[in-house]
């Protein structure tokens, strides 16, 4: 099914990328106005963006009214939250490996320790060598500086090893956790998010939490341990001059603060862009069969030129004031430099100082500014990175929608499979118009039942109910008796097999695809199910049968052969009750009429739910249900329905002479 234009997605509160911003909404067509096209001069994208970046800290995300728009919708409403909860929240992915952690922080601890023993060397060497020029001295010395080298190699590459390690299983395990944690929400959760959106949290937003938790970490540590080394060494080396030194410290600090909220705010768009960007590539690329046959291919450039310059704008932004704020710490480090070699000087002219402490007084400030200086732009680095990390705790936060029953007793053994629907009402969470009304349908155990009527009447909507994508608003649905809230979410689902209209193949195997509905299958009843659903043929004759590719989508396979595909994978599922969503519509005649026997076998001894517009296909059924505007409207079989000249006989009247000419392999069997 093709995804509707911006303009429709608006009108039903689905998410659309042009709707964050009132000035970059397109007209309801979906084309962009010419003023606002690819040819727009930057500075005017970046005047509109503006007020977005200057808003205080914690409203840059999406405001109520727009949660369901733009790039934030596609992410929803993503709150602020202070970096030490973020840390307290995201350090538990690191725990296990704390002993590697701790190994890292010994390392951490000595390369600083060595290379300040390293700079020590240096005095060493101008006043035992170079100023008496005593070139015995020189070996001694020489050996020292090169051990400490050496010394401090290994350290820094286990250092780096280990923190790249935790890192990258930090990463590991987080992306891990979040994927997982998305397939435990409810449908309706995915019903108002883009799936581009949660792509980019999941690969960049995850990576940046790493910023926040770990390499941010490490590498405050480490320069604040560079710090109090370096700091010793001058208050050794000459306490006044060290206090000259440290006098300008406080500027770093200042000017960190007045930088890094506007940084994080800055970040924050930046990263709600990008998650723009990947809604409207998956989209566009997602549909691009629609987009070439309706020659949208322009338009759709525009679309994504909008976010994309939205991106670049914010990231231009970023830049512009990590730009500034280096050159302002670059000018406090040089006044610092310029004061202590001139203070310096006059120690040295006064014999308080010696040549060689000059010269590594200023080693030592060097590399003491140089871990100030990082640890001011590691401060901005992190609040940009609490901006994605904002976006993760945001979707950690999403809970199901459908809450587990507290003490459910774990069915044993296989359901029967009769199904009711007791005066069942329901509407989709966010609409107040009800799909559902006071549907009540018996289905015994083994009987087929089908749904048929007008688009809109609801009949899928029964059957995500009964897997329990949702639950009613009033009434309930129930399997053997048993209300299906009293079910594990689980438990429930491993007693339906589901066939829909758009036939799902993933990127992968035959063999995979089939097992699929039931993982632990051997080989055996993989092709066993594949006999029954008339697929082991055309299976057998690929380049490498079971184990031939079917590509994205399964898109080197015909339609007919996809179905068959799905119908062995219900098949090896082998669950009590079988739900059919229009199995042939997007068939031909004659790809449908091949998968007629394979379904019946499939229906075989299971309770069936069949929705089908093809009133051919279901006039055998043991019961058709006619649902008009969400209400039953009339039930019976195929015959009494058509004697009752109500709506079915009127859909019935529409096929025309093919209800009489229609073969019988038209029909899909139900229960003997």
Known sequence: ??????????????????????????????????????????????????????????????????????????GGFTPAIATRELFRRFWPYARPYRRRVLIALVFLTLAPAIQALTIWTYKLAVDRVLVPQDLSALVWVGGLFATLTVLGAVVSFGDDYLVGWVGSRFLFDLRARVFAHLHGLSLDFFDRRSVGDLISRLTGDVAAIETVVLSGLADGISYTLRIVFFSAALFFLDPLLALAALAITPAFWVTTRRFSRTIKAASREKRRRIGAISAVAEESLGNVAVVQAYNRQVAESVRFAEQARGAFVAEVRVTRLRGIFSGVVDVIEMVGVLAVIALGTMALSSGRLTLGGLTAFLAYLTQLYSPVRRLSRLANAVFAATASAERIAELLDQRPSLPEPVAAPRRTGRARGIVTLDEVSFAYPGTGEPVLRDVSIDVGEGETVALVGASGAGKSTVAKLLLRFYDPTDGSVRLDGRDLRAFRVAELR??????????????????????????????????????????????????????????????????????????????????????????????????????????RRLMAGRTTLVISHNLLTVREADQIVVLDHGRVAERGRHDELVALGGIYASLWRLHGSAATTAPATGRIATSP
């Open 1 to 74: 099914m093709t995804c509707p234009p911006p303009s429709l997605r608006r009108a039903h509160g689905t998410s659309s990328p042009y709707a964050s911003h009132p000035e970059a909404a397109s007209p309801a067509g979906g084309e962009a106005p010419r003023s606002r096209r690819i040819e727009l001069e930057v500075v005017e994208v970046e005047e509109l963006v503006q007020g977005l970046l200057i808003q205080p800290a914690g409203t840059e995300g999406v405001d109520a009214t727009s949660a369901s728009s733009g790039a934030g919708s596609a």
């Open 494 to 599: 491993d007693q339906v097999a589901l066939l829909l209209q758009e036939t799902l193949i993933f990127d992968g195997t035959v063999r995979e695809n089939i097992a699929y509905g039931r993982p632990e299958a051997d080989d055996a009843a993989i092709r066993a199910a594949a006999r029954s659903a008339d697929a082991d043929a055309f299976i057998r004759q690929m380049p490498d049968g079971y184990e031939s590719r079917v590509g994205q989508r399964g898109r080197m396979l015909s339609g007919g052969q996809r179905q068959r595909i799905a119908i062995a994978r219900a098949m090896i599922r082998d669950a009590p009750v079988l739900v059919l969503d229009e199995p042939t519509s997007s068939l031909d005649a004659a790809s449908a009429d091949r998968i007629i026997e394979p379904l």
